[in-house]
């Protein structure tokens, strides 16, 4: 199956930077962007996608800028069954695939999904929201991968490749400017600096495209302010032995998202209107925290990092060699009630750093393809968490929690595929982890409350250590067939696990720092990949999930305070599904993509917090959720239609027009307020230039359609006195202009 046409390859509108030249150095020029073949490293080694038996989209750097895809959070737009939420507008994101991900806006816990750049794990989600720019691909990986990717992706994986240094210079920008004073730059130099020395140095900006602004000043809210650089250098030591250095840093001082009222508040403001917000803080956080009672929502977050990369032949053999050294400083204030007086406001701040090293052996023989190695990492995080309760408990309730949390991780994986007949394969692999997760110097306290820590009941200042040790079993087993050289049929049995944890934010009972357990996900999937003459590919997966100690967003009652805070449990689950993906290529100049995604599921153990019950009563009071549905959307639906056509001799124009779906978010924990509707996105561009690539000119428009829809819903006060929605972007225009030499 070496012969395709891959579906997102053929979407990329524009000649991005990162997809001006290939690994080897040759320059790709624009007319020839399209026929190109794209290769995957899905398994640790480079494979046609259509020869890989694990359900996958890749995604070029040329696709990424066409998309408007400025950073990993769009994805969600382009690939079947993936829902990528900003925790109520925050840098901390939510990763689900098929309908496992983990909801939970604090920063110490992990995902379910795993994101990787150049190999480099990124554990907190935080880590993942700089600029994505001068990438050769991305992978989106449905279904566990824990044997080769370890604990943390039970829903799957994201893999981001970084451009490579070339060994012809080559320089390219991309500068894009859009509606409501929103630009964007991008722009790389690569070549050779010596006989066996590679460099390639890039960077990005964004600035601007606030669109929200505040009903009672008239402030507008929303600008970015974000810089990111990366230099790689590719160093040969020796015939069959390469180094690549990797040197990368952001600054994002963008503004936050403001939230929207949806119903009318207990307080007096009516609901927003569209593009309306409010935001405030009471006296009592103000003077916590040094923020200005007026102050808007803002990001004030770095973070830089280093890799060392080491691949050497031996032989029959490649070994390889990853250290990386990642470093996040994170000061983020958000506003979760939408409210001028100001009664839910939160601020973080943290510092976090993530250490890591991988030592890997692969190789193949005639009927053997093996990888096989060990991991070490750990992870330091400190944070100072402060949020407003004054609604909720009157005033004197801004609550200050400080904690510090150490993971430490070590594993050893071995993958293999073996070739029992030329038509039949069997693959098969196991994953060994164990981790030790330790919070220490855990403290709850109100300014209205002096001493008093509430995660423990001391009034001394007493701080709260809490241990989890757990050591888990991943693996994947399963066969793969290939009757044709144009089809693949694979079925497989795979079993992934996420780490455990705390629930370390506004901790008003001791019970709530009782860890969660790790979650472990049993998988059951049969899919097929095929190609019809380079003119339709049609790819399909069926999926079943055992879902056990799955991770829920829950709450406590506390009798005390008649508190309801968040509280993390574990539970059981099911989930099933399905997804089929085509992309149909009728004619030399015409490109259809469509694909969708079906999902469902329903706990089949889980004991929750009634909280209208406890509220009442005035004690705890449970509720059995079995049999009641998971709340995720149900159907994922997306496509685009690509024309290019010749306009004179030596230049071309296209068209691409692409469109996404998603079905209702149910929340069924909040109830029917806070369910989020579903929703259509559409973008279209057109873009005009000489077939040899070395400019273009493209004007665009995002979400044309003007849809009003939300990313999710929620309320932060007792007794759901404000309803806030994550609110997404308006329709936006503009127009890009690329050039390369």
Do not use: C
Not at 37 to 58: H, I, K, M, W, Y
Not at 245 to 266: K, P, R, V
Request: no cysteine; glycine share 10%.
């Amino acid at each position: 199956m070496k012969k395709l046409i891959l579906a997102t390859a053929l979407s990329g509108g524009v000649m991005s930077s990162a997809a001006l030249a290939q690994n080897e150095g040759e320059e790709i020029l624009f007319a020839d962007l399209r026929r190109d073949e794209v290769f995957v490293t899905a398994q640790r080694r480079e494979q046609s996608p259509q020869d890989v038996g694990v359900a996958l989209n890749v995604f070029s750097g040329a696709d990424l800028i066409a998309q408007g895809t400025r950073n990993v959070n769009a994805l969600e737009n382009f690939a079947p069954n993936l829902e990528i939420e900003s925790q109520f507008g925050s840098g901390q994101p939510s990763f689900s695939i098929r309908g496992v991900g983990f909801r939970d806006y604090a920063t110490n816990n992990a995902p379910t999904v795993g994101v990787y750049v150049d190999d480099v794990a990124y554990p907190i989600p935080v880590m993942t929201q700089g600029v994505l720019f001068d990438v050769e691909r991305v992978e989106v990986l449905r279904g566990p991968q824990g044997t080769l990717y370890g604990r943390n992706t039970t829903g799957g994986a994201i893999k981001i490749i970084s451009a490579r240094p070339t060994d012809e210079f080559s320089a390219g920008a991309v500068i894009e400017g859009g509606r409501f004073g929103r630009v964007d730059t991008e722009a790389f130099v690569s070549g050779p600096v010596a006989e066996n020395i590679r460099v390639r140095l890039s960077g990005a900006t964004a600035h601007g495209g606030g669109w929200q602004t505040n009903r009672e000043t008239g402030e507008e809210l929303g600008d970015a302010e974000q810089y990111a650089l990366r230099g790689l250098v590719a160093v040969d030591l020796a015939p069959d032995v390469e180094a690549i250095f990797n040197l990368h840093g952001f600054i994002d001082q963008s503004d936050g998202l403001g939230l929207q009222l949806f119903n009318d508040s207990a307080f007096g403001p009516l609901a927003h209107a569209r593009r309306e917000t409010s935001w405030g803080s009471s006296p009592e956080f103000s003077a916590l925290t040094g923020i200005s009672q007026t102050q808007a929502p803002f990001r004030d977050n770095e973070g830089w990092g280093t890799s060392l990369t080491v691949n050497a032949g031996l032989g029959g053999a490649t070994l390889t060699y990853i250290g990386a050294y990642e470093v996040l400083n994170r000061k983020e204030f958000n506003d979760y009630d939408a409210l001028e007086l100001g009664a839910a406001g939160v601020f973080f701040q943290s510092s976090a750093d993530v250490m890591s090293h991988e030592l890997r052996l692969s190789g193949e023989t005639t009927q053997l393809n093996w990888v096989g190695g060990v991991y070490y990492s750990e992870e330091d995080l400190g944070e100072l968490y402060q949020s407003d309760f004054a609604a909720s408990f009157g005033p004197g309730f801004a609550v200050t929690t400080p904690y510090n949390q150490n993971v430490r991780t070590m594993a050893a994986y071995l993958h293999g595929e073996y070739e029992l007949t030329p038509l039949l394969s069997v693959v098969a692999g196991l994953r060994y982890e164990d981790e030790t997760r330790k919070l220490r110097d855990l403290g709850t306290f109100a300014i209205a409350t002096g001493p008093v820590n509430f995660a423990n009941g001391t009034a001394d200042f007493t701080l709260e250590n809490r241990d989890l040790n757990s050591d888990n079993l991943s693996g994947k087993i399963g066969l793969e067939l290939t009757p044709a050289d144009d089809v693949l049929l694979y079925a497989h049995v795979s079993r992934g696990v996420k780490s455990g944890g705390f629930t370390a934010y506004n901790t008003l009972n001791p019970n709530a720092l009782t860890p969660f357990q790790p979650e472990k996900l049993n998988a059951f999937e049969a899919g097929f990949k095929t190609s019809f003459n380079d003119k339709l590919q049609l790819n399909g997966a069926a999926f079943y999930y055992d879902y056990k100690d799955q991770q829920v967003q829950s709450a406590i009652y506390d009798a005390g305070t008649g508190a309801v805070v968040g509280r993390i449990v574990n539970a059981d689950s099911e989930i099933y599904g399905a997804e089929l993906e085509a992309v149909l290529t009728p004619a030399p100049w015409l490109t259809i993509s469509q694909s969708i995604g079906y999902k469902t599921g329903e706990f089949t153990d889980f004991m929750d917090l009634d909280i209208a019950a406890s509220t009442l009563a005035g004690m705890e009071v449970l509720t059995d959720r079995s049999g009641q549905d998971l709340g995720f959307p149900n159907i994922s639906y997306q496509g685009f239609v690509e024309a290019e056509t010749s306009v004179a001799d030596g230049w071309s124009a296209r068209a691409r027009f692409d469109y996404s779906y998603r079905d209702t978010l149910a929340l069924p924990l909040l109830g029917a307020t806070y369910a989020v509707g579903d929703y259509w996105l559409a973008n279209a561009q057109v873009a005009f230039g000489p077939d040899d690539g070395r400019w273009e000119l493209a004007l665009w428009g995002r979400n044309i359609f003007n849809a009003d829809y939300d990313e999710t819903r929620n309320f932060f006060i007792t007794g759901g006195a404000a309803d806030i929605a994550a609110p997404g972007a308006p329709a936006t225009y503009g127009a890009r202009v690329s050039v390369s030499y």
